[in-house]
């Protein structure tokens, strides 16, 4: 006697989707058509975000001989190119995504005394990547969708 293992997955899926009132959690969301004007403005306040705290952080000769300083400097440059690579070309809205969950702070917390200027560099940089995380208005899906 063996085990109608189909039969049992038809169950198990025809009462989740009761539970969930008809609803598939599970399927990935429908895709948004990028407002691509919009999201290449974005891109450019981000990478301009990137350049300007590079240069910034260029500037502070006493942390340049810190590698650590350096490596987040690099790490900065990278994301600029990327960003800059993603503007000028096509992009989808995972590969922003993708992008703008790689910034991070040049410091979480209070900023040391000697990189204050950085702070609202910081703050812009934060902003610029916050601002391509959200979906824009036009980009929502359609209730048809």
């Known amino acids: 006697m063996g085990v109608d293992t189909e039969d049992d997955e038809g169950n198990a899926v025809r009462w989740l989707r009761r ?17 691509v004007d919009r999201r290449r403005e974005q891109l450019a306040r ?5 350049d300007r705290l590079v240069d ?9 001989s810190n590698p650590a300083w350096r490596e987040r400097m690099s790490e900065y440059r990278r994301l600029s ?24 702070p040049v410091f979480s ?12 560099l910081q703050d812009e940089l934060l902003a610029a990547a916050a601002a391509l995380q ?12």
């Open 109 to 120: 917390g209070d900023l040391p005394e000697d990189v204050q200027v950085l702070s609202p």
């Open 81 to 104: 190119g990327e960003t800059y690579r993603l503007r000028t070309g096509t992009f989808t809205r995972e590969q922003i995504l993708d992008l703008v969950f790689e910034v991070r």
């Open 46 to 50: 981000l990478e301009q975000a990137l």
């Open 19 to 35: 539970v969930f009132n008809g609803k598939d959690d599970l399927a990935p969301p429908p895709p948004l058509t990028l407002d």
């Open 56 to 64: 910034a952080m260029r500037a502070n000769e006493a942390r340049m």
């Open 134 to 145: 959200e979906v824009l208005p036009g980009e929502r899906p359609s209730e048809s969708a």
